[in-house]
């Protein structure tokens, strides 16, 4: 038998290891403020932007990856403004890849970070307002502490979704090895070049990977469900 | 009293199912209680004085201190004024050390000497050994005293608490009082205290205000409004007047000590007060009988001559409250229309009241 693994596949599995901290990072990012907009406002456009921030949930992933092709595209309205600084096209990048990856994990970043803030009620930040806390100041010493069960699952959620996506790294990664492609795509050419013991290999690891993320979250939140009730 | 030294609020909020409308004038120091039934829009005031709610249409001045007019478009947001809030239910911060929940509004406060006024309030509240332990592990009793520090540790020119003792249990609740006494007696902090409890009212109010659906019914010194023979603010069983006097004379051989207030003077029992100690007495309505004339050869030891101001129906037709003038005191009695009608006993009359219990809070 052959080693399982080639290089082709281990450099799959560095990219889809660096394309996921990368969105995650990004996302936790932008989806607190964005969360905590989400959580606070009562502005009319509240309801359009939870949608906004939701549709990659429900959206195939097919679709949204061909309409960022499409943007990113040399004559889209991104590529013309990636272009214009001087970024070139990012379509068939990892500049790309990560772009997608973003847009396409967002819900699963802002939905838990939103629930946190949400499920800690307003009492807390107007005791930090009664304590001469300036909002900025109670945001980050009283909101964000207290939001660390949501952020945290937001961090999984994302970094584990990233791994996973397959359509949306497809459409718009183009597959190219050492570049853009990652362990599903790298998965699906074992699979169609009848490769079944490779594939299987990654396959498996990916099975154990996400057990083994969704068995640490669970055990992550009881452990701070104990210390923050 | 210099005005500019008190604490005015006036605010008029307009909500679908509800209107508070309230323009008062407050003295600078004790405690002024805050009295109501729920929803008589007591905690949207005091949510009001501390800028959680913002009325339409409002004056808040504390001392010489704006924190809301709307004829000079001043509004200070919550976090810029000097204020201490003590919440219904003790918010502690979850996520912090006790030591950390008190030392978070001194950090941002920076005022000169808060450090001590927290040394203070800890010592005063004796809940140094809770310095290391975490929120969730405290009692009821001991979060709220936290709370409590927490907010003084700011050094604020106004602590407000709402109902600070309507989450705990009796026993809670009796644990509490006391250091609420001595942080009236002991810090120079006006405080306005929610509640609706009478016996919170008679132990901790200097001055009154009751508030009914939204607006005034009554404002005062508590043994004024106390006093009202008129749509009593407590009523029942509970209706009586607040005497606050001081200890005059001590009589160890039958552990007695006479409290003097302005117009008379009582003896109750001696609980080891002090000569010179201040004392509030509560008098109940339905624990005083009176006569037209003095009683000899009584066992009821205390008897007050005064003259009988006003007589109202009761609840039940058989009884009738009267106001009894004592000097500058005041007392309510409730009698039997019967033995009013008996003792041929009119306003302006000369009568002699007996008072069976007095008993003496704090």
Same mark, same amino acid.
């Given at each position: ?7 082709? !596949? ?40 939870? !949608? ?26 991104? %590529? ?93 990664? %183009?597959?190219?090895? %050492? ?9 699906? %050419? ?8 490779? !594939? ?30 | ?19 508070? $409308? ?26 009001? +004085?501390?800028?959680?709610e913002r009325p339409a249409n409002g004056l808040i001045r504390v001392g010489q201190h704006l924190w809301q007019d709307d004829v000079q478009r001043i509004f200070v947001p919550t976090w810029q004024r000097d204020l201490g809030y003590v919440f219904q239910e003790a918010s502690l911060f979850e996520h912090l050390s006790v030591q950390k929940n008190v030392a978070y509004g001194l950090k941002r406060s920076q005022k000169q000497g808060a450090t001590e006024a927290l040394s203070e309030a800890i010592e005063l509240l004796g809940i140094g050994h809770l310095m290391p332990r975490q929120p969730d592990s405290l009692s009821g009793g001991e979060r709220q005293r936290v709370a409590m520090a927490r907010a003084l540790a700011t050094r604020p020119q106004l602590l407000l608490l709402d109902e600070p003792l309507a989450a705990l249990d009796p026993a809670r609740r009796h644990e509490i009082l006391p250091w ?68 005059? $004379?001590?009589?160890? $051989? ?13 003896? +109750? ?26 009683? $000899? ?53 000369? +009568? ?7 008993? +003496?809070?704090?």
């Amino acid at each position: 038998m052959n080693f399982p693994l080639n290089k082709d !596949a281990w450099d799959a599995i560095g990219l889809t290891l660096e394309l996921a901290a990368c969105a995650t990072l990004i996302l936790l990012i932008l989806a607190t403020p964005l969360a905590w907009w989400l959580s606070q406002t009562r502005s009319k456009w509240r309801a359009p932007i939870a !949608a906004l921030a939701t549709l990659p949930l429900v959206l195939p992933p097919s679709v949204l990856g061909f309409y960022l092709l499409v943007a990113m595209g040399p004559h889209g309205p991104l %590529g013309q403004l990636t272009q214009a600084l001087g970024w070139g096209v990012l379509s068939f990048t990892f500049s790309g890849l990560l772009l997608g990856s973003v847009i396409f994990s967002l819900p699963f970043a802002v939905q838990p970070i939103q629930n946190g803030f949400e499920s800690m009620g307003v009492r807390p930040m107007e005791v930090a307002s009664t304590l001469r806390a300036s909002p900025l100041d109670a945001f980050f010493s009283v909101a964000l502490p207290l939001a660390r069960p949501g952020l945290l699952t937001a961090a999984i959620l994302s970094f584990s979704h990233t791994v996973g996506e397959f359509g949306v790294v497809l459409m718009i990664g %183009g597959n190219i090895p %050492g570049k853009t492609r990652v362990v599903s795509t790298q998965i699906y %050419g074992h699979v169609e070049a009848l490769e079944y013991a490779q !594939a299987h290999w990654l396959a498996g690891g990916m099975l154990v990977f996400s057990f083994v993320v969704l068995l640490a979250l669970s055990m992550l939140r009881q452990r701070v469900g104990r210390v923050l009730p | 009293m210099n005005l500019m030294d008190g604490l005015r609020i006036r605010v008029h909020l307009a909500r679908p199912d509800f209107e508070l $409308q309230v323009d008062l004038e407050l003295p600078a120091r004790g405690i002024t209680v805050l009295y109501g039934a729920s929803g008589s829009g007591k905690t949207t005031l005091m949510r009001c +004085v501390a800028g959680l709610e913002r009325p339409a249409n409002g004056l808040i001045r504390v001392g010489q201190h704006l924190w809301q007019d709307d004829v000079q478009r001043i509004f200070v947001p919550t976090w810029q004024r000097d204020l201490g809030y003590v919440f219904q239910e003790a918010s502690l911060f979850e996520h912090l050390s006790v030591q950390k929940n008190v030392a978070y509004g001194l950090k941002r406060s920076q005022k000169q000497g808060a450090t001590e006024a927290l040394s203070e309030a800890i010592e005063l509240l004796g809940i140094g050994h809770l310095m290391p332990r975490q929120p969730d592990s405290l009692s009821g009793g001991e979060r709220q005293r936290v709370a409590m520090a927490r907010a003084l540790a700011t050094r604020p020119q106004l602590l407000l608490l709402d109902e600070p003792l309507a989450a705990l249990d009796p026993a809670r609740r009796h644990e509490i009082l006391p250091w609420l006494e001595k942080l009236r007696d002991a810090l120079r902090v006006p405080m306005l205290y929610i509640t609706h409890s009478a016996d919170e009212v008679v132990r901790l109010a200097d001055h009154l205000v009751v508030l009914e659906n939204g607006s005034v019914k009554a404002c005062g010194a508590v043994q004024d409004v106390l006093a009202r023979i008129e749509s009593p603010v407590i009523a029942g069983e509970d209706a009586g007047v607040l005497l606050r006097g001081t200890v005059a $004379q001590r009589d160890a $051989q039958w552990h007695l000590a006479q409290i003097d207030f302005p117009g008379g003077c009582v003896w +109750v029992r001696d609980n080891r007060m002090a000569l010179g100690q201040q004392v509030r007495l509560r008098v109940l309505a339905r624990d005083i009988s009176i006569s037209a004339e003095e009683l $000899q050869d009584t066992h009821i030891p205390n008897q007050l001559k005064g003259t009988l101001e006003a007589i109202v129906a009761d609840d039940h037709p058989s009884q009738a409250m009267v106001r009894i003038r004592s000097g500058e005191s005041i007392l309510l009695a409730r009698v039997t229309q019967r033995s009013l009608s008996a003792l041929n006993l009119a306003t302006g009359a000369t +009568v002699w009241a007996q008072i069976k219990t007095v008993s +003496v809070i704090a």
